[in-house]
């Protein structure tokens, strides 16, 4: 997957804009980006490791950094950092973000947790 031509962070930080040369163009909520970090943190070394992450309704976009010409790391205002959000992910979540963003919902649910911040529970 080449590089976006262009990645936009909206003015209420909330929002990443990415738009690829193939005239595909997602808007991707901080929420959604934070929930499905790419980091060990969220994802774990494995499938059964993986963490579902309540509490991140208001996050936000606090920088983006590049990674080499593959990927950027996005700080978020929680100080979660640890993503490398690779081109090829960046795509697949702008394609697949109805499902991914539902299956989150419904895991929130099963878990008995909450997207309010304060309302998670340990």
């Known amino acids: 997957m080449a590089a976006p031509t262009e990645l936009r962070v909206s003015k209420d930080r909330r929002t990443l804009t990415v738009t690829f040369a193939d005239g595909g163009s997602f808007e991707?909520?901080?929420?959604?980006?934070?929930?499905?970090?790419?980091?060990?943190?969220?994802?774990?070394?494995?499938?059964?490791?993986?963490?579902?992450?309540?509490?991140?309704?208001?996050?936000?976009?606090?920088?983006?950094?590049?990674?080499?010409?593959?990927?950027?790391?996005?700080?978020f205002d929680d100080f979660h950092d640890t993503g490398i959000y690779t081109w090829d992910y960046l795509h697949t979540l702008g394609r697949e973000k109805a499902e991914r963003w539902q299956a989150y919902l419904d895991e929130l649910t099963a878990k008995g947790l909450s997207r309010e911040p304060g309302s998670a529970q340990p």
């Open 28 to 75: 991707l909520s901080a929420e959604l980006l934070r929930v499905l970090s790419p980091s060990a943190e969220v994802q774990g070394h494995s499938p059964e490791q993986r963490v579902t992450v309540p509490g991140k309704r208001n996050v936000g976009i606090s920088k983006i950094d590049p990674v080499g010409n593959y990927a950027v790391r996005i700080t």
